[in-house]
């Protein structure tokens, strides 16, 4: 019975996810189409993991493979967010060493160890919540605080040794949190490019003057 719950909660975590995802991209591709791309990579993982049970018949390789690099898309995908707040911010010289840093990591991947890919994603998990925190604080957008900070929450569960968390697997914990995360970051650019149409505005209004 616990075992058919388990499941059943891991696929609904993994499909909220990836709604939330793929809707995000769909309603922020005309802002940047930098966030369009992160929350699309973002869905790539959950899509797949959910399609694994129904592609294990058939014996596609490549499905398991993607599945093995799946922190690829995912911290590409965090770091493009990272990369269109402080665009949009205008700080793009730390936008381009965000995403240039991140892509550097993820092409070097093949030399990675599993305990060495799984301190860099959660690493970027991390950095990215971090950095977009900070521009979120600046300019006075409370979802992308709220985003950040659970995504913030989410990385530092990566990095425990719990197995479960409130009844749930931690791994349906953390898509919860990031499906959260990831739709308050939706909000929060939104709200950033609606500031922008309207001028600047915030303690770093003068800045951009």
Same mark, same amino acid.
């Given at each position: 019975?616990?075992?058919?719950?388990? &499941?059943?909660?891991?696929?609904?975590?993994?499909?909220?996810? *990836?709604?939330?995802?793929?809707?995000?991209?769909?309603?922020?591709?005309q802002?940047?189409?930098?966030?369009?791309?992160?929350?699309?990579?973002?869905?790539?993982?959950?899509?797949? &993991?959910?399609?694994?049970?129904?592609?294990?018949?058939?014996?596609?390789?490549?499905?398991?493979?993607?599945? =093995?690099?799946?922190w690829?898309?995912?911290?590409?995908?965090?770091?493009?967010?990272?990369?269109?707040?402080?665009?949009? @911010?205008? =700080? +793009?010289?730390?936008?381009?060493?965000?995403?240039?840093?991140?892509?550097?990591?993820?092409? @070097?991947?093949?030399?990675?160890?599993?305990?060495?890919?799984?301190?860099? %994603?959660?690493s970027?998990?991390?950095?990215?919540?971090?950095?977009?925190?900070?521009?979120?604080?600046?300019?006075?957008? %409370?979802?992308?605080i709220?985003? @950040?900070?659970?995504?913030?929450?989410?990385?530092?569960?990566?990095?425990?040794?719990?197995?479960?968390?409130?009844?749930l697997?931690? +791994? =349906?914990?953390? *898509?919860?949190?990031?499906?959260?995360?990831?739709?308050?970051?939706?909000?929060?650019?939104?709200?950033q490019?609606? &500031?922008?149409?309207?001028?600047?505005?915030?303690?770093?209004?003068?800045?951009?003057?």
């Open positions: 019975m616990f075992r058919g719950l388990d &499941e059943g909660a891991g696929v609904f975590s993994r499909l909220l996810l *990836c709604a939330v995802c793929l809707s995000s991209a769909m309603q922020t591709y802002i940047h189409r930098g966030a369009g791309a992160g929350f699309l990579l973002q869905a790539l993982v959950p899509l797949l &993991e959910s399609a694994a049970p129904f592609t294990a018949p058939l014996k596609l390789g490549w499905v398991s493979g993607s599945l =093995d690099s799946a690829v898309p995912t911290a590409v995908g965090l770091s493009l967010l990272a990369f269109a707040f402080h665009w949009l @911010s205008g =700080d +793009r010289c730390t936008a381009n060493v965000l995403l240039g840093g991140v892509l550097l990591v993820a092409a @070097s991947s093949g030399y990675l160890r599993e305990e060495g890919k799984a301190v860099v %994603a959660h970027v998990t991390v950095v990215a919540s971090i950095t977009i925190l900070i521009v979120s604080v600046f300019t006075g957008n %409370a979802y992308g709220a985003g @950040s900070l659970l995504a913030g929450t989410a990385g530092v569960l990566a990095g425990t040794e719990l197995q479960q968390l409130l009844m697997r931690k +791994r =349906d914990v953390l *898509c919860c949190l990031m499906a959260a995360a990831n739709l308050t970051w939706r909000w929060a650019l939104q709200a490019h609606q &500031e922008l149409e309207q001028g600047p505005v915030g303690p770093l209004a003068e800045t951009f003057d």
